[in-house]
């Protein structure tokens, strides 16, 4: 059990933490990665006497040197990455009235190159072994214009489209590749959210959910069902249709 190597990013909190905590509960050895080494080593204590154990690795995922040495390091300290989750991410709320570049900048650099970073750190070494699996963490926001999700929902778009477009070929080399859409849920970059928030779940409900989704094969992983599903059903609407309705549903 404590042969299984995982990496978790974006660990210091919210379903990050919530995942890496679960890995280490079913006997995996978890390296987490986040800015905040404090939160990574308050989740090394959290856990505690569990069958696998919490490695911090403190990594800033924008710096694109920084994580292919801390992946190096991590294949090097524990062994082979065999599950690899990509959910470092921030958000910030805009919209017309507080639309910005620099935000818009700040979230993509975030959002879409570090995870491009983490990929391009971890590809090579599971193609190689041809295991493995990868899941990237974006967002029903991807789905459909969301209100304040002018920064946040394009970047989770292009996680999107990056996944679909990567995934034959990572099959074709005997590597596992899910996508991971959650709808709302209970974090603190949620908490900046100033709309309803439909069917909002926690991260450890969260957690459960990627958790057994690492059991399965399916490319895309949703929840809340009901909520991700109305959302895909109204992206198929003309937008005289769908934009009322995301209006209606999410400002009440």
Not at 94 to 104: G, I, K, N, R
Not at 185 to 198: A, G, I, S
Not at 237 to 246: A, F, R, T, W
Request: proline letters at 6%; charged letters at 20%; a positive charge.
């Amino acid at each position: 059990m404590s042969s299984r190597i995982a990496w978790v990013t974006g660990a210091g909190k919210g379903i990050g933490a919530a995942v890496a905590v679960a890995l280490a509960r079913e006997g995996w050895t978890v390296a987490v990665s986040a800015r905040t080494a404090d939160d990574l080593e308050r989740l090394a204590r959290q856990v505690g006497d569990v069958p696998g154990g919490i490695h911090p690795v403190p990594l800033d995922v924008t710096d694109e040197d920084a994580v292919a040495r801390a992946v190096a390091v991590i294949e090097q300290t524990l062994g082979p990455i065999e599950l690899a989750i990509l959910n470092a991410g921030t958000h910030c709320p805009m919209d017309v009235d507080d639309f910005s570049c620099a935000t818009l900048r700040r979230l993509w650099e975030v959002n879409v190159m570090g995870t491009s970073h983490c990929l391009a750190a971890v590809m090579p070494r599971l193609t190689a072994r041809r295991r493995g699996r990868i899941m990237m963490v974006a967002s029903v926001a991807g789905y459909i214009g969301l209100p304040t999700a002018a920064a946040y929902g394009p970047g989770k778009a292009a996680l999107i489209n990056l996944a679909e477009s990567l995934h034959p070929g990572l099959k074709e080399r005997g590597v596992t590749l899910q996508l991971v859409n959650p709808g709302f849920v209970k974090t603190p970059l949620t908490d900046k959210n100033d709309f309803p928030m439909p069917f909002l779940i926690s991260a450890d409900t969260a957690a459960a959910r990627i958790i057994a989704a690492t059991r399965s094969h399916s490319f895309e992983v949703t929840f809340p069902r009901r909520f991700t599903w109305m959302l895909k059903v109204i992206r198929c609407l003309p937008y005289g249709l769908s934009l009322p309705l995301i209006k209606a549903i999410t400002r009440g």
